[in-house]
């Protein structure tokens, strides 16, 4: 059983258009954070949100925690070909100390 | 202030042999995830270690697949007895006591042959 799930799996888009991402939950996390990974590397760590409702912004890139801390959007504006990856969003439950990640979604942003 | 690190980045093994796969976590981090990912597709949880102690394995396959993280050392992920169905990129990450945030070496990408 996946403990966060995203949506959409997979997503291909035209350059200068805006996505949302999404990962919910049944389970309040104490924190969750997002990633990106492009082929051949490793994730790399956008962001981190921990309060719910928060939300925080990475030049194009907008995150939003949920009130309840059991989910978290990620939008995109404007979305250019260097977006291009996979996106996991991860966090850590309220209760216990463990990492859990997401199933991912992959973006292309098309020129 | 090195990151995970992860060797070999690439590994060939013919079928049968075994594979063995090193993570350094990062300095000061005493948690370490192993992951395994298949192209196009997302991270697959393996095992959650912690110094000499396996937290979670629910995750890893019952047979030939091992972890470890002793004391002193780089955590290990052993494959005996590869077949062609373990090849793919497999990842760890290291967590810092406050569990806060993970991250990742950059893979090695396991090929049988």
């Known amino acids: 059983t996946q403990l966060l799930e995203q949506s959409p799996q997979f997503l291909s888009i035209q350059e200068g258009e805006n996505l949302t991402v999404y990962c919910n939950s049944s389970s309040v996390f104490s924190s969750l954070q997002w990633y990106r990974q492009e082929p051949g590397e490793g994730p790399v760590l956008l962001v981190t949100?921990?309060?719910?409702?928060e939300v925080k912004k990475l030049k194009r890139l907008t995150f939003q925690f949920g009130d309840a801390r059991k989910d978290s959007s990620l939008h995109i504006t404007a979305a250019q070909p260097g977006d291009t990856g996979l996106y996991l969003c991860a966090g850590v439950k309220n209760t216990g100390n463990q990492f859990y990640f997401g199933t991912g979604t992959s973006l292309t942003v098309i020129p | 202030n090195a990151g995970v690190m992860q060797n070999p980045r690439h590994l060939v093994r013919r079928r049968g042999q075994e594979a063995r796969l090193r993570c350094s976590p990062m300095k000061g981090h005493s948690h370490v995830y192993w992951y395994r990912q298949l192209p196009e597709e997302g991270l697959k949880f393996m095992v959650y270690l912690q110094k000499e102690n396996i937290i979670d394995e629910s995750g890893m396959p019952k047979e030939r697949f091992s972890a470890e993280f002793p004391k002193e050392g780089p955590s290990i992920l052993r494959i005996q007895q590869v077949v062609r169905g373990d090849s793919a990129a497999y990842f760890c990450a290291s967590t810092g006591q406050a569990n806060t945030e993970a991250f990742f070496g950059q893979g090695t990408r396991l090929t049988v042959v």
């Open positions: 949100v921990v309060t719910g409702g």
